[in-house]
């Protein structure tokens, strides 16, 4: 079964430093999505991409956030500089038009 | 934007018991209601999703109900059994664009 692949799973990282998670969505899919996930709280839409550029952004995609597909396979989300409460589990994911998919997830520590 | 509340915050039944989870959304605008089941440390995973067109809709143990007019929707589990044991997450959303998920009901089935 095709499935959503992210990397890495764990990122430590000092605060101010940049910061790049990627994803490889599952290869016929048009939606792309990033959501974070605060330790026991719940999933938080950060950005949708579609026909390579963002079309819907939360509250909390601020500036030092970022998201690109480099290339037909990647997509790939950039923290710029880093801070304590970005630290959280990252999930991607991609759809069709039907059913969202997750990846397993980049857990980043922000030290 | 979309605000979904999610209840209970955690539920705890016997086994072979019904469970009822109840979310309601903000934004007339949504037409989409997954519902999402998250182990520790894994990523949601779909179990049931209905669209705005549809009132009711059940897969074996499990079924959902939506009430346009109300802006609710709820999740039923029947028979349940110690590996529903998880977090449950419902979620809306308008075309699947701006997903927006609930703030979770941690489920807990004794034996």
């Known amino acids: 079964e095709p499935e959503v692949t992210q990397t890495p799973s764990h990122q430590v990282t000092q605060m101010g430093q940049e910061v790049i998670l990627r994803c490889v969505p599952i290869?016929?899919?048009?939606?792309f999505y990033w959501y974070r996930q605060i330790l026991g709280q719940k999933v938080e839409f950060l950005v949708s991409?579609?026909?390579?550029?963002?079309?819907?952004k939360s509250e909390i995609f601020d500036d030092q956030f970022s998201v690109e597909r480099p290339d037909g396979s990647n997509f790939t989300l950039k923290i710029r500089s880093t801070k304590l409460e970005d630290s959280a589990m990252y999930f991607c994911?991609?759809?069709?038009?039907?059913?969202?998919?997750f990846g397993e997830g980049s857990r980043l520590t922000v030290l | 934007g979309e605000n979904v509340e999610q209840h209970p915050s955690t539920l705890s039944v016997q086994e072979g018991d019904s469970a009822v989870i109840k979310c309601t959304y903000s934004?007339?605008?949504?037409?989409?209601f997954p519902w999402y089941k998250q182990e520790l440390g894994k990523r949601p995973q779909l179990i049931i999703d209905?669209?705005?067109?549809?009132g009711e809709k059940k897969d074996q143990r499990i079924a959902v109900t939506l009430n346009k007019t109300a802006k609710h929707f709820s999740l039923h589990i029947t028979e349940t059994q110690p590996e529903d044991s998880a977090v449950y997450f419902c979620?809306?959303?308008?075309?699947?664009?701006?997903?927006?998920f609930g703030a979770g009901t941690r489920l807990t089935v004794k034996p």
């Open positions: 994911a991609s759809e069709d038009g039907g059913e969202l998919f």
């Open positions: 209905i669209r705005s067109n549809v």
């Open positions: 979620a809306a959303a308008s075309n699947n664009n701006d997903m927006r």
């Open positions: 290869s016929n899919h048009l939606y």
């Open positions: 934004d007339s605008a949504s037409n989409y």
């Open positions: 991409f579609y026909n390579n550029e963002i079309s819907e």
